[in-house]
């Protein structure tokens, strides 16, 4: 066997160097190179997916729960083809994420000759689901084009970015190169707000008796000048997204109680003279297609400058990083400012009787997230898939105080919350992660299961059981007439599957063991598996759209003027 240094070699060294611990994927005639020169160096975990859509997902779960940068290797062609999902919702999540993808050698590339996986473009395929994408077309080329891919990933807006790596170039040698030796990404600085859009918000804040923040999770990183201004008397929501960078226990957090379908949240912006909305897109999935009527003295802070005015309009944009700028933003006002006193108070009942109503909206699920929170770690992940159960209590009465335990499909696709909830499994610094699926997103990826067993896991799989796609039935059940269609799945026994996977298993029919079963499957290590018998505990109600708003508090709850 040769000792010759190969582009393969520099892959798998430069990946050690940027700080990428595991990565995943799936070995094919296109990538034994790479795969051979990572296993050699034995630096990075190669964990092996059950297939590509699910290896992209769990990257970009491990990326998300370690905030650093995740890594998936597929073939060439159907291979790569097969991980767009995960590059379609690492780029909705913003998650940096680097796709190495093999490629036919170089004397082939791009002329349609029928070599294996051979398909046209499969740059401009990537190109459009991704951030940017490249071709290593030369060894001398290879650390060049490396850093500039992870550099793209990596720099705000953040988001997916793939190298294709012919096989040829996989083989070819090359001097190993000195800048390795202490190797570092030339990522940019954060990005500070100019100076006089600063004051002129400062100004704004100053004016304002009645302040809220919402907060996206492009201001992941601001839990301390968050906490300043709620100090100060703001209030505050966050997207879906941007859940936990502030504790949602805190008083003057309404978490993603962020007012679609909620009456009496509504009704509150209206009475909110100042909006500070920081690294979110203000999603139309979160706003009712962007009917919310959020207040108009709305001033928008985001690194990207497409997001003005995107989706609501703004007296004020301030092109920055969110932590950076709402940091210059709470040194500029400690000391100077204090909101009404009444705001707090009337803020804190609002969120009081959001949550019970919210909580009573919720039929024989109601004490699900109290008995879930109650048993599992605070620190754990918080992993789950688009279910009518997250949409509800998952998302927005299950408390989480950590935006890197926050994880669930941010571009609202089914069946990608097992994968994510497997690479944030493997990210360091979490005790337990909990993943919470329906039947059909589960057995979506039901292969995947057999990844956590071989990887041994210490997850817990909830799978919320209601015979077929819930959600859809409500919808149908609104605009089609209640004419429920294919949305009855015929799907193996729970217990069966997790005898076959050789998984402890449970199965919850009553609402009131559900936090004890949870526990018991908490107190084993390794992946286990639980399955929730929505038939046996009865229909969740709709939820809004699909379902009643929930009313503005009665005479006698929040004050809201």
Not at 78 to 94: I, K, Q, S, T, Y
Not at 196 to 215: I, S, T
Not at 217 to 222: L, S, T, V, W
Request: hydrophobic share 45%; aromatic share 6%; proline share 7%.
């Amino acid at each position: 066997m040769s000792d010759a240094y190969t582009v393969s070699d520099l892959i798998a060294e430069f990946l050690d160097a940027c700080g990428v611990s595991t990565a995943f994927g799936i070995v094919s005639v296109h990538n034994i190179p790479m795969l051979d020169a990572i296993s050699r160096r034995n630096a990075v975990r190669f964990v092996m997916a059950r297939g590509e859509a699910g290896a992209g997902h769990m990257a970009d779960g491990y990326a998300r729960a370690s905030g650093g940068l995740g890594c998936v290797f597929t073939s060439t062609g159907p291979g790569a083809a097969n991980a767009v999902a995960g590059l379609v919702e690492a780029r909705f999540a913003g998650t940096p994420l680097l796709h190495i993808t093999g490629q036919t050698a170089t004397c082939f590339a791009d002329r349609g000759m029928g070599t294996v996986h051979d398909v046209p473009d499969q740059l401009g395929m990537l190109r459009a689901t991704g951030k940017s994408a490249y071709r290593i077309r030369t060894a001398g080329e290879a650390l060049g084009v490396l850093t500039r891919a992870a550099t793209d990933a990596l720099t705000p807006p953040m988001g997916p970015v793939s190298v294709e790596v012919p096989t040829d170039i996989q083989r070819a040698t090359l001097p190993r190169p000195a800048t390795l030796d202490g190797f570092m990404l030339p990522l940019p600085p954060p990005l500070p707000p100019a100076e006089a859009a600063l004051e002129q918000l400062v100004a704004r804040v100053l004016q304002a008796r009645r302040p809220m923040l919402w907060l996206g999770r492009g201001a992941a990183g601001a839990a301390r000048p968050a906490m300043a201004l709620l100090e100060m008397g703001f209030g505050m929501v966050t997207s879906w997204a941007g859940r936990g960078i502030v504790p949602e226990d805190h008083p003057m957090n309404l978490g993603a109680l962020n007012g679609q379908g909620l009456g009496g949240v509504e009704a509150f912006y209206g009475s909110v003279d100042l909006m500070i909305v920081a690294g979110s897109r203000l999603r139309g999935h979160e706003t009712g297609d962007f009917s919310v009527p959020l207040p108009r003295n709305l001033v928008q802070i985001d690194i990207d400058p497409l997001a003005d005015g995107r989706t609501y309009p703004n007296v004020l944009f301030l092109r920055g990083d969110a932590a950076l700028t709402l940091e210059a933003l709470a040194a500029r006002l400690a000391g100077r400012y204090r909101a009404e006193p009444a705001f707090g108070e009337e803020f804190r009942c609002l969120k009081r009787d959001t949550r019970a109503a919210f909580k009573a909206s919720l039929g024989p699920y109601a004490g699900f997230a109290e008995q879930l929170r109650m048993v599992v770690p605070r620190d754990a992940v918080w992993a789950r898939d688009i279910t009518i159960n997250n949409s509800t209590w998952g998302n927005k009465l299950f408390a989480l105080s950590d935006p890197r335990t926050n994880i669930y499909p941010v571009g609202a696709g089914i069946g990608q919350g097992l994968c994510l909830g497997i690479g944030a499994a493997l990210a360091a610094g979490h005790p337990k992660t909990v993943v919470m699926t329906g039947d059909g997103g589960f057995f979506l990826n039901m292969s995947e299961l057999w990844t956590a067993v071989q990887e041994q896991l210490d997850m817990v799989i909830l799978v919320m059981n209601d015979r077929g796609y819930g959600v859809i039935r409500h919808i149908q059940d609104a605009v089609a007439s209640g004419r429920r269609r294919f949305d009855t799945l015929l799907a193996p026994d729970l217990a069966g599957v997790a005898a076959l996977a050789g998984l402890p298993f449970w199965r919850v029919s009553d609402p009131a063991a559900f936090g004890a079963t949870v526990s018991e499957a908490l107190a084993v290590r390794g992946p286990t598996l639980v399955e929730v018998d929505m038939t046996a505990i009865g229909d969740h109600p709709p939820y809004f759209p699909y379902g009643p708003k929930i009313a503005a508090p009665a005479a006698g709850g929040s004050a809201v003027r």
